[in-house]
């Protein structure tokens, strides 16, 4: 039962995240995108070549790029085969870049969901100067009810979008979509249940994006409640502190640099992947 007859904003608060999007033209992530055309809306994994930062400014956009695109080919590195025949969700696209990417790598289809207009169109627009707009399309819907058939996706993932959602209710919906055995992997920022609730640094990255940055336990609690078993699980926050250094150093540096860096370094938040198959 899908509900495409619904709106699909169906609260003030995804509302809200919607109106930031379709607003969003930060040079951070459109000077990265125009690097190579895969606009991304995600963080970086890796060591940067400290050179660039006795260069031009264009060597640190780059390298920043780098490192973001670096951090898509781990995400789907975890999806294991994937077949030209097989279909996969990008569950929050944003502008599209790792759907790209997947298609390029799989040769299959990929349908990328935003409930953010202006992302959709870019991603749309972009995926048609590729010419893979047969293979690639993005559409605006809701990642809690998208609408999509059920059991119709061999992989589906989650690039750092999870925290605007209530995990229980995103799990369910991508149990929904998955074939038996299809494989589940998101990379996300979590709060560390150890340290207890959200520090004040977590805090501001919350403020900072309008998110709900859930601790890491709820992760297993909601994909155990819904028939998702973890296959790998892998702490990436040293992998990404370097990214967060050379960002800080940046021409495009926002802001959140600072607590990003302080919420890694204290403890109490960490850059987490997760592959589970859905049983
Ligand atoms: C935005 O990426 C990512 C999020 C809003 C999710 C928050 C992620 C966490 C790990 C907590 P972006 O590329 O649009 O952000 P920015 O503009 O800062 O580069
Ligand atoms: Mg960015």
């Given at each position: 039962?899908?509900?495409?007859?619904?709106?699909?904003?169906?609260?003030?608060?995804?509302?809200?995240?919607?109106?930031?999007w379709?607003?969003?033209?930060?040079?951070?992530?459109?000077?990265?995108?125009?690097?190579?055309?895969?606009?991304?809306?995600?963080?970086?994994?890796?060591?940067?070549?400290p050179?660039?930062?006795?260069?031009p400014?264009?060597?640190?956009?780059?390298?920043?790029?780098r490192?973001?695109?670096?951090?898509?080919?781990?995400?789907?590195?975890?999806?294991?085969?994937?077949?030209?025949?097989?279909?996969?969700?990008?569950?929050?696209c944003?502008?599209?870049?790792?759907?790209?990417?997947?298609?390029?790598r799989?040769g299959?289809?990929?349908d990328?969901?935003?409930?953010?207009?202006?992302?959709?169109d870019?991603?749309?627009?972009?995926?048609?100067?590729?010419?893979?707009?047969?293979?690639?399309?993005y559409?605006?819907?809701?990642?809690?009810?998208?609408?999509?058939?059920?059991?119709?996706f061999?992989?589906?993932?989650?690039?750092?979008?999870?925290?605007?959602?209530?995990?229980?209710?995103?799990?369910?919906?991508?149990?929904?979509?998955?074939?038996?055995?299809?494989?589940?992997?998101?990379i996300?920022?979590c709060?560390?249940?150890?340290?207890g609730?959200?520090?004040?640094?977590v805090s501001?990255?919350?403020?900072?994006?309008?998110?709900?940055?859930?601790?890491?336990g709820?992760?297993?609690?909601?994909?155990?409640?819904?028939?998702?078993?973890?296959?790998?699980?892998?702490?990436?926050?040293?992998?990404?502190?370097?990214?967060w250094?050379?960002?800080?150093?940046?021409s495009?540096?926002?802001?959140?640099?600072?607590?990003?860096?302080?919420?890694?370094?204290?403890?109490?938040?960490?850059?987490?992947?997760?592959?589970?198959?859905?049983?």
């Amino acid at each position: 039962m899908t509900s495409l007859d619904q709106p699909v904003l169906r609260t003030a608060y995804q509302k809200s995240i919607a109106d930031y999007w379709d607003k969003e033209k930060d040079p951070v992530n459109l000077r990265l995108g125009d690097v190579d055309g895969l606009y991304h809306h995600h963080y970086g994994l890796g060591a940067y070549d400290p050179a660039v930062l006795d260069g031009p400014d264009e060597g640190v956009i780059a390298e920043m790029h780098r490192l973001e695109s670096a951090q898509a080919e781990v995400l789907l590195d975890h999806l294991g085969p994937i077949a030209p025949g097989d279909r996969l969700l990008d569950a929050g696209c944003g502008r599209g870049g790792s759907s790209i990417m997947a298609n390029h790598r799989f040769g299959c289809q990929v349908d990328g969901v935003s409930i953010s207009r202006q992302q959709v169109d870019f991603a749309n627009g972009e995926a048609g100067k590729r010419g893979v707009d047969g293979q690639v399309k993005y559409h605006v819907r809701n990642m809690l009810d998208t609408g999509f058939e059920t059991g119709a996706f061999a992989g589906i993932w989650n690039n750092e979008s999870t925290m605007y959602v209530d995990l229980f209710e995103l799990f369910a919906e991508h149990a929904r979509q998955l074939r038996p055995g299809g494989r589940y992997v998101t990379i996300t920022g979590c709060y560390n249940d150890v340290t207890g609730g959200r520090s004040r640094a977590v805090s501001q990255i919350d403020q900072h994006y309008i998110c709900n940055i859930h601790a890491r336990g709820e992760y297993f609690k909601a994909l155990a409640a819904n028939g998702f078993v973890p296959i790998s699980v892998v702490d990436l926050t040293a992998d990404t502190i370097p990214y967060w250094e050379l960002r800080a150093q940046s021409s495009v540096a926002t802001g959140i640099e600072d607590p990003f860096l302080t919420a890694y370094r204290e403890g109490s938040f960490h850059y987490l992947l997760i592959a589970a198959d859905r049983i």
